[in-house]
């Protein structure tokens, strides 16, 4: 009997210890990328060239990162980050607000204002979500034109909006369905009307889900390369564009380090965003199932 | 006798269709219309601007007897069933081992989550300077004593592209562990306690009750990641630039480097319409099952 128990006790202890074994085999795999970023970022750049990727600096230097914010050549200028970084964030912050806002009322219309066809709008914004963008890039691009908008900031603003609609309803949709209906009916009885029933009852509800919209979609336009690639060039380019011309300018001897301090600048803003809110983007991201 | 409907009720009846007209008519047009307009595209002669004739389904078999492009469909084959089988099963695996109770499960999760935030330029930024030869991995063995060890893949043709499998699996692997382990905690436990009443050992549980049981994240999973790959497109700039040669070329970086930079347009909205058909197949039905269910669960 005794040795039973001392048996399966030992057979649990080696099973626990497998499996935190596996798991943090797996976080070290998972945070090595982010470590070499870091600390190749802060070597000198002849300790890069003598010493291993991933063992720890001996001298501490953040000359790298004042040369990839500041002083780094793209190819065309060497301005550093700076600039496509400011562009970023002028870029995505309206991206994000219109997204979201359209997304509310969207998805408060779907789910509170049935009306026949309503299901069907919602089938065909939701194609959206899953639209391949080199699809429609072409017409884009000489609707962009037409507009007077080709390669300026509010352009890529008016399209990061337009293809963020399609999300954002889902979002607000997703998360409206599961308020009861009769919460509305009430307060039409109380002669609420539609644009009252939005402000005073959906909205004050709905934090969370503007929570995780604007996240997703800050995470979205923030990362995104192939509509700043090929709707903006030169000056008003975002900064993932920005840091791939600067990794892959070729004069004299590869500044390694200088590109790592660039992909962390670039990397920063969603990282911290996700360190600080990671439940909300973890929502963000699993609502792509569809199903709310 | 009905009451006549005063003007402003009828306009708060029709408030709802108003509001929603806008974004329906924005989406017809950036999606559907244009959409249509790529397809017209791809019937006419169009090379460095768009020409509006008609030559059949020239720019077709233009497509199809570039060897380019031959390259491009075979590499995107390659690495979706690689990506879609890892990934799938690295993250079934990390699910199943973070749900057993473990100390410490959020800071893990956050870990294996978080190339999920990064952009994909800044992965390929990464993983192109680990997987350097030079710098990276292979010299790091090297130094510690192992001369002949190679791993040089990032610069062989023919291996390239499983550098770009590496790379996305890493980046996305936390996505589909995510899922799963939404559809694990969704799981009623009661169901376990019975098979194990029955002397069920775990790993036979979860074979043959709970691994079941996630189909539906299964197909979340399988239909999302193939979306990712059939579309990436910047993790393959930024890691190998579609080389060495062209070794790493996919269709999304072929539509992009015949139209904009090869005056191919006509070949580039051919090689999209490719791409959408291909989405389509894979995302409609799904789309479909999913809200015929959502109907029928309401």
Same mark, same amino acid.
């Given at each position: 009997?005794a040795t039973?128990?001392?048996?399966l006790?030992?057979?649990?202890?080696i099973?626990r210890?497998?499996?935190?074994?596996?798991?943090?085999?797996m976080?070290a795999?998972?945070?090595?990328?982010l470590?070499?970023?870091i600390? +190749?970022?802060?070597k000198?750049?002849?300790?890069?060239?003598?010493?291993?990727?991933?063992?720890?600096?001996k001298?501490?230097?953040?000359?790298?990162w004042r040369?990839?914010?500041?002083?780094a050549?793209?190819?065309?200028?060497?301005m550093?980050?700076?600039?496509?970084f400011?562009?970023?964030i002028?870029?995505?912050?309206?991206a994000?607000?219109?997204s979201t806002?359209i997304?509310a009322i969207?998805?408060?219309?779907?789910?509170?204002w049935?009306?026949?066809?309503?299901n069907?709008i919602f089938?065909?914004?939701?194609f959206?979500?899953?639209?391949?963008?080199?699809?429609v890039?072409?017409?884009? #691009?000489?609707?962009l034109?037409?507009?007077?908008?080709a390669?300026?900031l509010?352009?890529?603003i008016?399209?990061?909006?337009?293809?963020g609609i399609?999300?954002?309803?889902l979002?607000f949709?997703?998360?409206f369905?599961g308020i009861?209906?009769e919460?509305?009916?009430?307060?039409q009885i109380?002669g609420?009307?539609?644009i009252?029933i939005?402000?005073?009852?959906m909205?004050p +509800? #709905?934090?969370?889900i503007?929570v995780?919209?604007?996240i997703?979609q800050?995470?979205q336009i923030?990362n995104?390369f192939?509509?700043?690639?090929?709707?903006?060039?030169g000056e008003?380019?975002?900064?993932t564009?920005?840091?791939n011309n600067i990794?892959?300018?070729?004069?004299?001897r590869?500044q390694?380090?200088?590109?790592?301090a660039? #992909?962390?600048?670039?990397a920063l803003?969603?990282?911290?965003?996700?360190?600080?809110?990671g439940r909300?983007f973890v929502r963000?991201?699993t609502?792509?199932a569809?199903?709310? | 006798?009905?009451?006549?409907?005063?003007?402003?009720?009828?306009?708060?009846n029709?408030?709802?269709r108003?509001v929603l007209?806008p974004s329906?008519?924005?989406v017809?047009?950036a999606?559907?219309l244009?959409?249509?307009?790529?397809?017209?595209?791809s019937l006419?002669?169009?090379k460095?601007v768009?020409?509006?004739d008609f030559?059949?389904?020239e720019q077709?078999?233009?497509?199809w007897?570039?060897?380019r492009?031959?390259?491009?469909?075979?590499?995107?084959?390659i690495?979706?069933?690689?990506?879609?089988g890892?990934t799938t099963g690295l993250?079934l695996l990390?699910?199943?081992l973070?749900?057993?109770?473990?100390?410490?499960e959020g800071?893990?999760r956050?870990?294996?989550?978080?190339p999920m935030a990064?952009s994909?330029?800044v992965?390929?930024t990464?993983?192109?300077w680990?997987?350097n030869?030079?710098?990276g991995v292979?010299k790091?063995?090297?130094d510690?004593g192992?001369?002949?060890?190679v791993?040089?893949?990032?610069?062989?043709?023919?291996f390239?592209?499983?550098?770009?499998?590496?790379a996305?699996?890493?980046?996305?692997?936390?996505?589909?562990?995510a899922i799963?382990?939404?559809g694990l905690?969704g799981?009623?436990?009661s169901v376990i306690?019975?098979a194990q009443i029955?002397?069920?050992?775990l790993?036979?549980?979860y074979?043959?009750?709970i691994?079941?049981m996630?189909r539906?994240?299964?197909?979340?999973?399988i239909?999302?990641?193939?979306?990712v790959a059939?579309?990436?497109?910047?993790?393959i700039l930024?890691l190998t630039?579609?080389?060495p040669?062209?070794?790493t070329e996919?269709p999304?970086?072929?539509?992009?480097?015949a139209?904009f930079?090869?005056d191919?347009?006509?070949?580039?909205?051919?090689?999209a319409?490719?791409m959408?058909?291909?989405v389509a197949?894979?995302?409609?039905?799904?789309?479909?099952?999913?809200l015929?269910?959502n109907?029928d669960?309401?």
């Amino acid at each position: 009997m005794a040795t039973n128990a001392t048996s399966l006790r030992r057979q649990r202890l080696i099973g626990r210890t497998v499996i935190y074994g596996a798991l943090l085999f797996m976080a070290a795999f998972y945070l090595m990328p982010l470590w070499v970023m870091i600390i +190749t970022s802060i070597k000198p750049l002849d300790e890069i060239y003598a010493g291993s990727f991933i063992g720890l600096p001996k001298h501490i230097t953040f000359e790298a990162w004042r040369s990839a914010w500041s002083e780094a050549c793209n190819g065309t200028a060497c301005m550093g980050l700076k600039p496509y970084f400011v562009n970023s964030i002028l870029l995505t912050i309206p991206a994000v607000l219109l997204s979201t806002s359209i997304g509310a009322i969207n998805g408060y219309v779907i789910t509170k204002w049935r009306f026949p066809g309503s299901n069907v709008i919602f089938g065909l914004l939701l194609f959206g979500c899953f639209l391949p963008f080199q699809a429609v890039i072409l017409p884009m #691009a000489q609707t962009l034109g037409f507009l007077g908008l080709a390669g300026t900031l509010p352009g890529l603003i008016l399209v990061h909006t337009v293809y963020g609609i399609a999300f954002t309803t889902l979002f607000f949709r997703n998360y409206f369905i599961g308020i009861p209906d009769e919460l509305v009916k009430a307060a039409q009885i109380d002669g609420a009307g539609f644009i009252r029933i939005f402000v005073s009852i959906m909205l004050p +509800t #709905a934090l969370p889900i503007i929570v995780v919209s604007c996240i997703w979609q800050f995470t979205q336009i923030w990362n995104d390369f192939l509509f700043g690639a090929s709707f903006t060039a030169g000056e008003n380019a975002p900064i993932t564009v920005a840091l791939n011309n600067i990794v892959n300018v070729s004069m004299g001897r590869k500044q390694y380090n200088v590109d790592m301090a660039a #992909a962390m600048i670039a990397a920063l803003p969603t990282l911290i965003v996700y360190v600080v809110a990671g439940r909300y983007f973890v929502r963000g991201l699993t609502a792509g199932a569809v199903k709310g | 006798m009905p009451r006549p409907i005063p003007l402003s009720e009828r306009f708060a009846n029709w408030l709802p269709r108003l509001v929603l007209t806008p974004s329906l008519l924005i989406v017809l047009v950036a999606v559907y219309l244009f959409i249509a307009w790529t397809g017209w595209i791809s019937l006419s002669s169009s090379k460095i601007v768009p020409k509006y004739d008609f030559v059949g389904l020239e720019q077709y078999f233009r497509l199809w007897s570039t060897p380019r492009w031959h390259t491009a469909v075979a590499n995107l084959f390659i690495f979706s069933t690689l990506f879609l089988g890892v990934t799938t099963g690295l993250g079934l695996l990390m699910a199943i081992l973070l749900d057993q109770k473990i100390r410490a499960e959020g800071a893990l999760r956050t870990i294996f989550l978080y190339p999920m935030a990064l952009s994909f330029i800044v992965t390929g930024t990464a993983w192109k300077w680990i997987l350097n030869p030079a710098l990276g991995v292979q010299k790091m063995v090297n130094d510690m004593g192992w001369t002949s060890f190679v791993f040089d893949w990032i610069a062989q043709p023919t291996f390239a592209i499983y550098c770009v499998v590496i790379a996305a699996v890493w980046q996305s692997t936390g996505f589909a562990m995510a899922i799963f382990l939404a559809g694990l905690r969704g799981i009623d436990n009661s169901v376990i306690k019975a098979a194990q009443i029955e002397g069920a050992g775990l790993p036979r549980i979860y074979r043959s009750i709970i691994v079941p049981m996630l189909r539906p994240a299964f197909l979340s999973v399988i239909v999302l990641l193939s979306y990712v790959a059939i579309k990436s497109f910047d993790l393959i700039l930024a890691l190998t630039g579609t080389g060495p040669g062209s070794a790493t070329e996919m269709p999304s970086t072929f539509m992009y480097s015949a139209t904009f930079r090869r005056d191919q347009m006509g070949v580039g909205a051919a090689s999209a319409m490719m791409m959408l058909m291909t989405v389509a197949a894979i995302i409609v039905p799904y789309l479909y099952s999913e809200l015929k269910e959502n109907r029928d669960g309401h």
